[in-house]
């Protein structure tokens, strides 16, 4: 089923939303400079809950292209490595099996720390890669539109 419009779909995490939200607004609007105004949020609770819900949108056919956005941090306890390979693994396969692009800000910083000097860099940080996942979800799609 192909998609009947240029709709896009970007699945963030719930957990450090303040953070992660800062790249989907900007990757918003950017993509709207890029000329994708149909942008779907749908949130889910973390990380782990990213790959399921964009395979479930890109099968819907209703989307080109589907972006996960979160912040894996290390709580304390060593899981946050597994976590974000995990997910980034299951968004690969999700584009291979469903053949709409996938796109991964799912993001792991080192030494995260939830004190203000962390919190600022990490929006700012945040805020570049939702420009930069924009930016590739408009080339692939500029490519796919030149490869049909």
Known sequence: MSPTSNRIALVCARWHADIVDRAVAACRTRL?????????????????????????????????????????????????????????????RVQLETDVPVFSAVLTPHHFHEHGEHQAYFSRHFEVKGVELADAIAATLELDAVAV
């Open 32 to 92: 709207a400079e890029h000329g994708f105004t149909e942008v779907d949020v749908i949130e889910v609770p973390g990380a782990f809950e990213i790959p399921l819900r964009i395979r479930r949108l890109a099968n819907s056919g209703r989307y080109v292209a589907a972006a996960g956005c979160a912040l894996v941090i290390d709580g304390g306890i060593y899981r946050h490595d597994f976590v974000a390979a995990t997910v980034v693994d299951a968004l690969m």
